[in-house]
């Protein structure tokens, strides 16, 4: 089994920042790709950004220039730093995992999720 288990959220104001972090533990041999989505109220769960083993970011247009993603490989463990964040920025974040796992499978794994809510 992997989890991942995501912190960092909460409350903030309008202009403000966060920092999330996704740590994975398990039945892991490697992780792969990894990727913050989220899910505002009523909407669509939407990608956010990705990090390959390599390093190699993308993101998307709503949270380019404000939103890191970052990984320490060796920690097993992804970041999300969101500066000036804004109230449409609310939503629920998911940690999302490429993995290749002991039994040298490759499965995909998701957070259980972790509340951002920006007020205006």
């Known amino acids: 089994q992997v989890q991942l288990v995501e912190s960092g959220g909460g409350l903030v104001q309008a202009g403000g920042s966060l920092r999330l972090s996704c740590a994975a533990s398990?039945?892991?041999?490697?992780?792969?790709?990894m990727c913050w989505y989220r899910q505002a109220p009523g909407k669509q769960r939407e990608l956010v950004a990705t990090i390959t083993l390599a390093g190699t970011t993308n993101y998307s247009d709503s949270v380019k220039g404000r939103f890191t993603i970052s990984r320490e490989v060796a920690k097993r463990t992804v970041y999300l730093q969101m500066n000036s964040l804004k109230p449409e920025d609310t939503a629920d974040y998911y940690c999302?995992?490429?993995?290749?796992?002991?039994?040298?499978?490759?499965?995909?794994?998701w957070g259980q999720g972790t509340q951002v809510t920006v007020s205006s």
């Open positions: 398990g039945s892991i041999f490697r992780l792969n790709t």
């Open positions: 999302h995992a490429d993995v290749q796992t002991l039994n040298l499978g490759f499965q995909t794994y």
